[in-house]
Structure formats: C-alpha cells, structure tokens
C-alpha cells in the first residue's frame, strides 16, 4: 500500500508555514529561508546554528542535508543554482537553539507533543481528526 503524500504544518498565532512530507525519507525538508520565516529570524542566523550543530557533532550533514538543483528565471536568462534542504532532525536543533518568540512557540509544542506521545505512548492531533471528520 503505497503512502499517502501528506503536508505538515507548524501554525504559530502569526500564521503558518506549509511544508512538504518527503515519502521516500519519511521527514521533512525546509531551506534555510524557509527556517528562518518558522522561526522568525534572518537566515544569517540559521546559517550560525547549522553551522555549529555540525562543528559540535550533534548531527551528521550527509544524513540531514539533501542538495536539490532549482532553475530560476531572473531577467530574461534561467538561473541553476544548487540549494541545501535541512531534514526533520536538523529543523528541530535548529529550533532548540533559536532565540525567538516563535521558536519558543515552537519548543514548547514540540516538547509537549514529545511528552504526550512519551507518556501515551502515541500522539494524537486533535485538529487534523475533527477537520477530516467534516
């Protein structure tokens, strides 16, 4: 049976982020501009915290980083350029380590979603139940 290809959102009262659920990897991939709008800060930082999740060997690059070639149009010629994807594992250090009102949204919706599914044994999404339910 093959699986379904879903979109995950994390919604912060300021709005929301849309992003892509990778079947064959089963995770999640975001650009560093795309961390940086979920957390509200510049790419700069996210760059920063990449950078020393690497250097303290808290994750691997190789198993978190995908590469994908992306054709823009700027003017009139089309532009190749080469951009990193960061996994699930990578946007959740990321995350922990952001200093913002949204990654600390984000710190505590994902600490109690851990806790839950912990404690519980599974998680459950209340608001993705009742909206495929109508």
Same mark, same amino acid.
Do not use: C, P
């Given at each position: ?5 879903? *979109? ?6 300021? #709005?929301g982020i849309e992003v892509r659920l990778?079947?064959? !990897?089963?995770? /999640?991939?975001? =650009?560093?501009?795309? @961390? #940086? ?6 790419? +700069? +930082? ?10 303290? #060997? !808290? ?7 995908? @590469?994908? !070639?992306?054709?823009? %149009? !700027? ?7 080469? /951009? ?6 990578? *946007? @959740?250090?990321? #995350?922990?380590?952001?200093? %913002? @009102?949204? +990654? ?6 994902? =600490?109690? =979603?851990?806790?839950?599914? *912990?404690v519980d044994g599974y998680t459950i999404? &209340?608001?993705? *139940?009742?909206?495929? %339910? &109508?």
């Open positions: 049976m093959e699986k379904e290809n879903k *979109i995950v959102i994390y919604q912060s009262k300021t #709005g990778d079947k064959t !990897e089963e995770t /999640i991939f975001l =650009t560093q501009q795309q @961390i #940086g709008q979920l957390f509200n800060v510049q790419k +700069a +930082a996210i760059s920063k915290h990449v950078k020393n999740i690497f250097k303290t #060997g !808290e994750l691997n690059k190789k198993s978190t980083v995908s @590469i994908l !070639e992306t054709v823009q %149009s !700027e003017g009139k010629r089309k532009i190749s350029r080469k /951009i990193e994807y960061y996994n699930l594992d990578l *946007i @959740i250090s990321i #995350g922990y380590r952001v200093n %913002s @009102i949204n +990654a600390t949204k984000f710190r505590k919706w994902a =600490t109690k =979603t851990l806790h839950q599914h *912990i999404n &209340k608001k993705r *139940i009742s909206n495929h %339910s &109508k």
